[in-house]
């Protein structure tokens, strides 16, 4: 089995995990921290479905990271766990595939229903993440003339 950009991302998690049981956070690494086991299991179960290539990963983890310096500006909501990355990544998603973001959009309004969620930076992190690639896209299809659609 080759070893895949998603998957030593999900290494870097369960080391983060290990090593920093505290949480301590920063903009920049926030992603890699996670507040349990079971926070850590969902993100990489949902990161191993989603298998991101290595650019869109690096977009995903720049605009997450946007998305917690505006979210710790507003609401002074400490974060941490890859979920606002993985929000940005399917955000990529829909406007590869063109579909309508409000159910994802409606399932971030109801998991800020839990308890301990920090539903703004989803919010954020999906809505910019549907901008950032809009305009990817738009570049890419200039450059290339494919529509647009093509593999990352």
Known sequence: MRIKAYHILAIICVISYLITPDGSDSSFT????HANVFHLIANILALLAFKPRVPTIIIALFVASF???I???????????LSAALMTMYARKYIAWKK????????????GLLPHINWHIHLLSFLLGLVVWHIYYKIKHSVDGNNGRGHN
């Open 30 to 33: 926030y992603h890699f921290l």
């Open 67 to 69: 998305a917690y310096l």
């Open 71 to 81: 979210d710790f500006h507003f609401f002074q909501a400490r974060t941490i766990g």
């Open 100 to 111: 309508s973001p409000l159910p994802t959009i409606y399932a971030i309004f109801i998991l």
